[in-house]
């Protein structure tokens, strides 16, 4: 059974850093692996996105320039580096997973972890 498991979040001022991280375990990589949100009041939302093999990334464009999503293979482990971190940046972020291509669509994943919480003080 596919597992993914966030760890990193907490509390931060505008401006800080914090880093991510998704850390994977079942019988297969599953080959599209996302970082989404879900705010106060807000749908949960696309962050970011890589695949296991290729270097390629997709990130939302309110964190562009912010947010750097990268993979370690042998760790099984996905990050979500996040610097210049702003207030609306508070969030529950989840780590996903789905088989075929990369889209920003919540529905569309299939394996989920518990979510990590991110709050940015201002």
């Known amino acids: 059974q596919v597992q993914l498991v966030e760890s990193g979040g907490g509390l931060v001022q505008a401006g800080g850093s914090l880093r991510l991280s998704c850390t994977t375990s079942g019988r297969t990589f599953i080959p599209s692996m996302v970082w989404f949100r879900q705010g106060p009041g807000k749908e949960r939302e696309f962050v970011a996105a890589?695949?296991?093999?290729?270097?390629?990334?997709l990130s939302a464009d309110p964190v562009k320039g912010r947010f750097t999503i990268s993979r370690d293979n042998a760790k099984n482990t996905i990050y979500l580096q996040m610097n210049s971190l702003k207030p609306e940046d508070t969030a529950f972020y989840y780590c996903a997973a789905k088989r075929g291509i990369i889209t920003t669509l919540a529905r569309e994943y299939d394996y989920w972890g518990q979510g990590t919480q991110v709050t940015v003080s201002s």
């Open positions: 890589i695949t296991w093999t290729s270097s390629n990334t």
